[in-house]
């Protein structure tokens, strides 16, 4: 399922990418989009597969070679449309993070900007930040919690899921992130996207960078004044690719 | 030929031998992209990494460890002036000065069997 919303008279284009476990109207994909389409950007929002949307499959069959192939061929779709242009913009939260940095790796001169918030930077990292929950998980071979964003669904994630991330890796390869960087990070984010792990990729990236780090803020941003705070940096951030 | 004590030249003159006839010219290595990122990527950081932060593993690569025993006086001099870029914006507007600096050091470690893909990832 994928949202286009076209700007009046456009001036760039943005992707916009929800994490693991979630969806395109997740409030800070939403902020995200705003804050592009408020610039004068045509942004596209879409539901990978196998998550929490409106897209096809089951929660426990996402990974992060999903979310990376969904990415691609949203693009590529969108290559067809009459509002598509390059270079354009990529922006990701967690695991979209991680797929909207590995397409910009993959294919740099398409970019004009990249965003990753509170990124997934590896699979190694993802066990790293939390290790007793990873021992666990692949012990007893699933993970269970309880959604934030589908309230009472419970979202039941197999250890392969880990075995598929840990294939996946920015780092090697970070040094061809050459277009500006934004990235964003809460420092409560603690057991999945910590700091310091964001800071082993920003410090890789050759180009121009900013660091921004939100106080009192978790993984997920959904306390409004947080989610305003992003926006007004991601506002700045796009003004200044112009 | 290097004076004796500067520590602006490699202690000892790379030698380019078959293995290395595609060693960039400084022209090539400092040459900017569209976007005002220079070829050499990340080379700096083989010396402005802080020590506690990641690029700094880098550092254990034989090609540096042998530069950094062979040329101690540009390593040192090199690592001592690069240490102060700060960490947001471009890190390339800061680096122009030390350019040819750090492009002999490139062709040193070139000459110690190290590629471009080693030394600019």
């Known amino acids: 399922m994928v949202l286009v919303e076209e700007a009046e008279h456009q001036k760039g284009l943005a992707f916009a990418m929800h994490g693991l476990g979630s969806n395109k109207d997740q409030p800070q994909i939403k902020a995200i989009a705003e804050a592009f389409f408020e610039n004068g950007y045509t942004v596209v929002r879409f539901d990978c597969t196998n998550s929490l949307g409106e897209s096809d499959g089951a929660f426990e069959n996402s990974t992060a070679t999903n979310f990376l192939e969904d990415l691609e061929d949203v693009i590529a779709w969108s290559t067809s449309q009459s509002w598509y242009q390059e270079p354009f913009c990529l922006a990701g939260s967690s695991l979209g993070g991680y797929a909207t940095a590995r397409y910009a790796e993959k294919f740099p001169e398409k970019i004009k900007g990249l965003a990753p918030k509170a990124t997934t930077i590896s699979g190694t990292l993802s066990i790293k930040a939390d290790p007793k929950r990873s021992e666990e998980w692949k012990a007893s071979g699933w993970r269970v919690e309880v959604s934030n964003t589908k309230p009472g669904f419970i979202k039941r994630l197999p250890w392969s899921h880990m075995e598929d991330r840990i294939t996946h890796d920015l780092l090697p390869d970070a040094h061809k992130l050459t277009m500006p960087v934004l990235m964003i990070v809460g420092d409560q984010d603690r057991e999945t996207s910590p700091i310091e792990h964001q800071t082993m990729l920003y410090d890789l990236l050759p180009g121009k960078k900013e660091l921004h780090v939100i106080k009192g803020a978790p993984h997920t941003l959904r306390d409004p004044a947080h989610i305003q705070e992003m926006k007004m940096i991601f506002d700045a951030w796009i003004k200044s690719l112009n | ?121």
């Open chain 2, 1 to 121: 030929m290097s004076e004796p004590g500067d520590p602006t030249k490699p202690s000892m003159p790379p030698t380019l031998d078959e293995a290395n006839r595609d060693v960039l010219s400084l022209a090539e290595f400092k040459r900017r992209d569209a976007r005002g990122v220079p070829r050499y990527h990340n080379f700096y950081l083989l010396f402005a990494a802080p020590p506690d932060s990641y690029p700094a593993i880098y550092r254990d690569q034989p090609y540096y460890q042998r530069f950094a025993t062979e040329n101690s006086k540009l390593a040192n001099f090199l690592y001592s002036s690069l240490q102060v870029i700060p960490k947001t914006g471009s890190p390339a507007q800061y680096l122009e000065p030390f350019e040819s600096l750090l492009y002999d050091a490139y062709v040193t470690m070139r000459s110690y069997g190290a590629s471009d893909d080693d030394l600019f990832r």
